[in-house]
């Protein structure tokens, strides 16, 4: 789609926020999704939604905003979710010379979703801008399981994003610096999959409730500030980016509400010295470092640590085909301390009219951090740690093509390696004073094999359709001691992955929009054998009205098909639920 109708598409709030996006490393955008460092983006999700899944890309080489919320970061290497991002939050309005914008909306289960933002500054050398993003729920939710017999609890969540950016150009240089905080609270409001989590009440045991603490609110807050410095492009023979970052993370509780959270204090810095050295031609390396600092009540819990990634390379541009020759070396300190190389590879060549061949492979660390694993999945147990996940390969190779106006297309398939992959399975504790269902980080080693394809076809500016599927095949085990091998389930990983997304403009203002997303063959937890979650089956509907270019009117209506699923194990979704609300440039 062009950029015009993509702007188009999302309006002012994606202009503004969007605005600060470039020169991020590739090992964030791996990672996609997302840590809260130079290139943040404050867009946040619908309150309805702030535990879905991830946004996945298109695979077009540039950059998008993405819904934010604590689960951007995946569990898993990415998965492929979405074809199309739903639920824009704007009435499609064209862009004007406003600086502000202002969304409020409300709706059953107290969804409250609410943003505001400020461009202070917005020309070609200077730009500083101000965001402030909320969402909040507070409505019962009924389980899935039948044995809990239709029993409701209250799911609440406050979220809160705030922060400021700026850019200033220099004759050879840019600048750039920012800073954010966040704050979110939360109940755990899962339950254990079975009704008793264990003992024999018969022989007289301790039995424990399926639940733990459902009630007390988790409190997660960050703070983050970001500097860099860059030379333009062309600007000089040796270029380089220099950034830094820190990030302050702290948790309320830790598993329960009788002992204090942890606080981690993340220091990062990330260089990259490239220069030319013929036509067309560039060799550079890149290295970030990352060093993790942490308080706690029980100083054994947590060791300082160092992760670090050094990335030689050289690149070609041929016009119609480009080449990246390098490698990571990645590595970290501490615990569970380790070495690996993974390959940095890329090529790709027009085959055609409009028609590509790309293939890659890439390989990145997680650094499993408090702050990231809040992100992949806010109820993960807050007590949570582990080793480095070494992705030692991801693969990807596949043709797109617009072969014809409006249409397009893209067949790709893809091979991924990681040494500790993150899964989240249910917690089998023992004192009903935990918090229930804080979801045990679970670390084997995963092969992940997938084949899938998408298309969008637009025609004019009437409409536009995209189909999306995906089916994903893993190989997980864990290794003893003794060197035996266990093989496992991709515990919460969908098998195949289906979204549908069509979009209609009857009347030049108005915008009518279905989603539809479908995951299967998702297995609950190493306890439970081969059974599976409830398959996600979601249908959306939204509609925008744009009354003039400040003013723009939504109603959004999530889950048309009243269905009952789960996210993650133990913690259902929304049923049947709508909000209205406006848009406001100024």
């Given at each position: ?304 640590y160092l992760v670090g990634t050094v990335s030689p390379y050289y690149q070609v541009e041929g016009g119609s085909w480009h080449l990246l020759l390098g490698a990571h070396i990645m590595f970290n300190t501490g615990d569970f301390n380790m070495i690996r190389v993974a390959p940095n590879v890329a090529f790709d060549v027009e085959i055609g009219d409009k028609t590509q061949f790309y293939a890659k492979a890439g390989g990145h660390v997680r650094n499993n951090s408090l702050f990231e694993l809040s992100r992949v999945n806010r109820y993960a147990n807050p007590w949570s740690t582990g080793p480095k996940s070494y992705n030692l390969l991801d693969a990807m190779v596949g043709i797109k093509s617009g072969v014809a106006p409006g249409f397009w297309f893209d067949v790709f398939g893809g091979y991924q390696i990681t040494d500790y992959n993150c899964f989240f399975i249910p917690t089998e504790y023992n004192s009903n004073r935990d918090f229930s269902q804080a979801m045990t980080l679970f670390m084997p080693d995963a092969k992940h094999f997938l084949f899938g394809a998408s298309l969008k076809y637009a025609y004019q500016n009437l409409f536009e359709v995209g189909l999306k599927g995906v089916y994903n095949n893993w190989k997980v085990t ?109």
């Amino acid at each position: 789609m062009k950029t015009t109708k993509y702007i188009k598409a999302i309006g002012a709030i994606a202009f503004v926020l969007a605005s600060f996006h470039a020169n991020a490393q590739e090992e964030v955008n791996l990672s996609r999704e997302m840590t809260l460092e130079r290139e943040y983006d404050p867009t946040v999700q619908d309150a309805n939604k702030v535990n879905s899944l991830p946004k996945a890309k298109e695979p077009e080489i540039r950059k998008i905003p993405i819904d934010y919320s604590a689960t951007t970061i995946p569990g898993f290497p990415a998965k492929e979710v979405t074809l199309l991002p739903s639920g824009n939050i704007a009435a499609e309005m064209e862009y004007n010379k406003r600086r502000g914008y202002l969304n409020f909306g409300v709706g059953n289960y107290t969804n409250v979703n609410g943003d505001v933002g400020y461009h202070i500054l917005s020309t070609p050398k200077d730009q500083l801008n101000i965001f402030f993003s909320h969402r909040s729920s507070n409505g019962n939710i009924k389980y899935v399981q039948e044995w809990m017999d239709n029993e409701k609890i209250k799911a609440k969540l406050n979220d809160n994003l705030g922060g400021i950016n700026f850019r200033h150009v220099f004759d050879r240089h840019t600048l750039t610096m920012g800073g954010h905080y966040g704050y979110s609270a939360f109940n755990y409001f899962g339950i254990y999959p079975s009704p008793i989590v264990n003992g024999d009440e018969d022989e007289g045991d301790n039995v424990v409730s399926p639940y733990g603490d459902r009630e007390t609110n988790q409190v997660h807050q960050s703070f983050g500030a970001n500097l860099g410095l860059g030379t333009n492009p062309g600007a000089t023979d040796l270029g380089y980016k220099i950034d830094l970052s820190y990030t302050n993370f702290s948790q309320k509780y830790a598993y329960m509400k009788e002992i204090d959270g942890v606080t981690e204090h993340s220091v990062q810095g990330t260089v990259d010295f490239f220069a030319p050295i013929a036509t067309s031609q560039q060799v550079g390396v890149r290295a970030n470092m990352n060093y993790f600092l942490y308080s706690s009540p029980l100083d054994s819990a947590y060791n300082n640590y160092l992760v670090g990634t050094v990335s030689p390379y050289y690149q070609v541009e041929g016009g119609s085909w480009h080449l990246l020759l390098g490698a990571h070396i990645m590595f970290n300190t501490g615990d569970f301390n380790m070495i690996r190389v993974a390959p940095n590879v890329a090529f790709d060549v027009e085959i055609g009219d409009k028609t590509q061949f790309y293939a890659k492979a890439g390989g990145h660390v997680r650094n499993n951090s408090l702050f990231e694993l809040s992100r992949v999945n806010r109820y993960a147990n807050p007590w949570s740690t582990g080793p480095k996940s070494y992705n030692l390969l991801d693969a990807m190779v596949g043709i797109k093509s617009g072969v014809a106006p409006g249409f397009w297309f893209d067949v790709f398939g893809g091979y991924q390696i990681t040494d500790y992959n993150c899964f989240f399975i249910p917690t089998e504790y023992n004192s009903n004073r935990d918090f229930s269902q804080a979801m045990t980080l679970f670390m084997p080693d995963a092969k992940h094999f997938l084949f899938g394809a998408s298309l969008k076809y637009a025609y004019q500016n009437l409409f536009e359709v995209g189909l999306k599927g995906v089916y994903n095949n893993w190989k997980v085990t864990t290794e003893n001691n003794d060197g035996v091998v266990t093989e496992h389930k991709p515990y919460g990983a969908p098998a195949f992955e289906f979204t549908a997304n069509f979009t209609l403009r009857p009347i030049e203002k108005l915008t009518l929009a279905l989603d539809y997303n479908l995951q299967t063959g998702r297995y609950i937890g190493p306890s439970f054998g081969d059974e599976k979650m409830k398959n996600l089956n979601d249908l959306n509907f939204t509609g925008t009205y744009a009354i003039n270019d400040t003013f723009g009117l939504y109603v959004k209506l999530n889950n048309l098909l009243f269905q009952k699923y789960e996210l993650y194990t133990g913690y259902p979704m929304q049923g049947f639920n709508l909000m209205g609300g406006f848009t406001l440039s100024f």
